[in-house]
């Protein structure tokens, strides 16, 4: 599993006042403390980049490629950005990310083409958010077509189902069930692809000292279903532990209930309990609620 | 070849609820297995809905029509006269106190006066009681505990419990021998959360649902829609949150709506329908402010029933 460090986030205040600032102290820390716990990726998440928008993007990848030598996510939609940037990464970068919409695939997709890297491509279209695997496939087999045409192998294409949150009321499990069976399928519909999930969206939502356990739950999951790559946080110990395979005991847990298989709930530890219970929510075997570990 | 339609069996079924004081008249809900009107698949609809008639707690504000509470004109000064009056009316089956004026937005009243109200309406009626707070859920904290204790014992419905106030509102419900109403604004996961809350402390099987219920034209599409999964989901899928009978509470909302204000005729429709697609969702308790519209929807509730008999 490539795990894309997602903690350089324009969202977040300590990323954007330091890039506003130029300083480089705390994005580089950021960039450090993921390189350590194990990120394969980093992402640079900027945002819409609406002003100076080459300068910046040169600035932060300049910036973080002074203290690691990971290979970037380069994570807006300002396609201007997208090509100051691309040019400057020490190693075969990653364009997050295109889509079905017109506008993000005549803009971003000719630029993974120019510069022979690689591409996330998502779902979404110019008619929104397919909502079901159907149509989640049959937008994604254009999209990729349109990108096979301009020269980009699908083994240079990461797509991306568009993780929505479980919490939304009465959707939300249908929709992370809909991913899921995306990232079953979609190996088999075209060979080669590869697959990437925004993954602390499933999340968003929910109570936030839970969030890290949906987080975890849901990718042992897609991972059992060949998800190539997540991004995700690098920095949660215990998720990095379960997706390297070091606590077995948990992770077939979560395969019995994917399988729904009785599980004796009264005999086991806690910890092992509410795995169990938030894969229930996050198959639709159970209602979601907030207090589903209750 | 002859079609044969399918017929299904659920396992789950809708938790029982009875309502009302001992040596009165009461109602049970709930106790289905076959989801709403599906009277051609397996399984049992042993109580028919429950029809109720709103009163209020203080004279109809003036924008009501006057069409709506004719029959009352002469005893709605008095909450305990109106309810006495409604007994008259025998397709009623039960009274919803609707205590409107103890809202901030409306004169405030003070709980000790709507516990009076409470307890003197209690005595005028041998019907079961369905006693609504404002649905402040500061000032419910106190109005409601005050009502509980004035109708101790006596099984009636109190609510709306909320999010807010649940712990406060549902003990002093359990304290004196009441059913809880638990009210979430039309969104199934909140509506679960509540319930799992609540049954920390209280008793699953004295729950009813209240999903809020908007008039027609006024959103009851989510309504309808979440009472389905509410009642697929505990008859189905035997989720114990989901597993209590609902009130579709809609008397309020009906008429603040201009069509059902506009004429008398229309009004009754614009309730009746709205009466009749939750109905048909699975509510198990209806809330009406116009007698005909409950008598209307009564009588094509029996003439369904009376072909599958």
Sequence with gaps: MIIIGENIHVIAGVVNQAIKARDSKPIQDLAKGQVQAGADYLDLNLGPLTKNPEETIQWVINTVQQVTDLPLSLDTLNPVAMEAGLPLCKKRPLINSASGKKEQKEGLLPLAQKYNCDVIISVINDRGMPPDVEMKTESIMDTVAYANELGIANEDIWVDPIILPVSTAGEGQGFAKASLEFIKIIAEVLPGIKSTVGLSNISNGAPNELRPLLNRTYLVMLQRYGLYSAIADPLDKEFMSLIKGEVPDVVNLIYKVMDGEEIDLSSLPQKELDYVKTAKVLTGEVLYSDAWLE | ?309
Aim: proline residues 7%; contains cysteine.
């Design chain 2, 1 to 309: 070849m002859e079609y044969k339609a399918p017929i299904e069996s659920n396992t789950g079924v809708v938790n029982v609820v009875t309502l009302g004081k001992s040596g009165g008249k009461t109602v049970t809900i709930g106790g289905e297995s076959i989801l709403p009107l599906h009277f051609f698949d397996d399984g049992s609809w042993p109580n028919p809905p429950v029809f109720a008639l709103q009163i209020l707690d203080r004279e109809p504000p003036e924008d009501l029509p006057d069409f709506l509470y004719a029959p009352f004109k002469d005893v709605m000064h008095d909450p305990a006269k109106w309810a006495g009056k409604v007994e008259e009316f025998d397709y009623v089956d039960a009274i919803q106190l609707y205590l409107l004026s103890t809202d901030p937005a409306d004169q405030d009243s003070p709980p000790e006066k709507a516990a009076e109200i409470a307890r003197k309406v209690a005595e005028a009626t041998s019907l079961p009681l369905i006693i609504y707070g404002s649905g402040d859920p500061d000032k419910d904290a106190k109005v409601l505990p005050a009502v509980c204790e004035a109708v101790d014992g006596m099984n009636y419905l109190i609510g709306p419990v909320q999010k807010e106030n649940y712990e406060v509102v549902g003990n002093a419900i359990l304290d004196h021998g009441l059913i809880a109403s638990a009210q979430t604004p039309m969104d199934i996961n909140l509506l679960k959360e509540l319930n799992v809350k609540l049954g920390h402390f209280f008793p699953l099987e004295k729950i009813v649902i209240d999903p809020l219920s908007p008039a027609l034209g006024y959103g009851i599409e989510y309504t309808y829609s979440l009472m389905e999964r509410v009642k697929q989901l505990g008859e189905i899928i035997k989720d114990k949150m989901t597993q209590m009978p609902m009130i579709a509470d809609f008397a309020t909302e009906v008429w603040r709506s201009k069509q059902a204000r506009q004429n008398e005729e229309q009004g009754i429709l614009w309730e009746a329908m709205t009466s009749l697609s939750l109905l048909t969702a699975g509510a198990n308790i209806l809330t009406h402010r116009h007698l005909k519209s409950i008598k209307l929807v009564k009588e094509m509730y029996e003439s369904e029933v009376k072909q599958w008999k």
